[in-house]
C-alpha cells in the first residue's frame, strides 16, 4: 500500500477531525506530488476538497469546505493532513488522499481526478447530527 489514509471516525456536528495520509518506508516521498484529498458521499461522486502542489506550492479549497478545512504537510514523517473543523452531517462521507506526479493535479484551483496516480484506501467520517 503507497499511501495509508486515517483518521476518520464518528463525530458530532460542530466536531473536529484531523486525517493523516501517509505514505509508510518512503515509498513515495510526498514532498515531490501534489497531494489531494477527496471525499465521495453515499450515492454521489468523488469530490475534490482540497489539494497542495508540489513541494507545498499553491493550495486550492473547495467551496463546500473553504474556512473550514485546512490542508498541511509534514515532510519529516512524510504525511500529509487534513484539519476539518465545523463538521456538518453533509461532510459525511468516505474520505480520500491521493498523489499525483505532476503539478496538474491542482493547478488553476482544479483538482481533476485523472490527474491522481496514487490513491489511499480512504477513512470513513459520519457527522451526526
Known amino acids: 500500500v503507497q499511501l495509508q489514509a486515517s483518521g476518520g471516525g464518528l463525530v458530532q456536528a460542530g466536531g473536529s477531525l484531523r486525517l493523516s495520509c501517509a505514505a509508510p518506508?518512503?515509498?513515495?516521498?510526498?514532498?515531490?506530488?501534489?497531494i489531494g484529498w477527496f471525499r465521495q458521499a453515499p450515492g454521489k461522486g468523488r469530490e475534490g476538497l482540497a489539494c497542495?502542489?508540489?513541494?507545498?506550492?499553491?493550495?486550492y479549497y473547495s467551496d463546500s469546505v473553504k474556512g473550514r478545512f485546512t490542508i498541511s504537510r509534514d515532510n519529516a514523517k512524510n504525511t500529509v493532513y487534513l484539519q476539518m473543523n465545523s463538521l456538518q452531517p453533509d461532510d459525511t462521507a468516505v474520505y480520500y488522499c491521493?498523489?499525483?506526479?505532476?503539478?496538474?493535479?491542482?493547478?488553476?484551483?482544479?483538482?481533476?481526478?485523472?490527474?491522481?496516480?496514487?490513491w489511499g484506501q480512504g477513512t470513513l467520517v459520519t457527522v451526526s447530527s
Open positions: 491521493a498523489a499525483a506526479e505532476t503539478g496538474y493535479g491542482c493547478y488553476e484551483g482544479k483538482q481533476e481526478l485523472y490527474e491522481y496516480d496514487h
Open positions: 518506508g518512503f515509498t513515495l516521498d510526498l514532498d515531490y506530488y501534489a
Open positions: 497542495n502542489n508540489i513541494m507545498g506550492g499553491q493550495t
